[in-house]
């Protein structure tokens, strides 16, 4: 009889850990689409008129603003910084950039939020997209 009641107590505890990891597994997919939505409003506001004047979040911490100046571009929150140098580019052509690299990955079909980082890979420091789902790995900028 206290076997029974013993597996019994087992099998409670097991679905109720299965229900917080499921509605956790909610929670994560929930913070995906609002960065996705947030990428998608992004893209759409290349087209608008005074889209350059629109903020562009960090796509590596994704809480902070990236700013433009002195041919650097640098996160208000985390500490990447991407030299610009003498590069003819700026952060509209880094917002279109994002937005192209997050749709190609979505066009592949897979529909885990990329993650971007900032590597020095043979002497060249860039931004990168990341996916371990679909095995992406890309330079950004």
Partial sequence: ?????ESNF???ILKS???IVFYLEI???DE??????QAAFDHMQ????GAENAKLWCPVCKQGELREAHNLIHCTLCKIRLDLG???VDLDFLRERLANVHTEHLDRGCTLSPKFCLQTIFGLNALYIQCD???TFEVVM
């Fill in 46 to 49: 290349l087209n608008d008129e």
């Fill in 27 to 29: 929670e994560a997919l």
């Fill in 1 to 5: 009889m206290l076997k029974v009641c």
């Fill in 133 to 135: 789902k679909c095995s």
């Fill in 32 to 37: 995906e689409d609002a960065y996705l939505a």
């Fill in 10 to 12: 087992v099998f409670i």
């Fill in 86 to 88: 003498e590069d003819k």
């Fill in 17 to 19: 850990f299965a229900n």
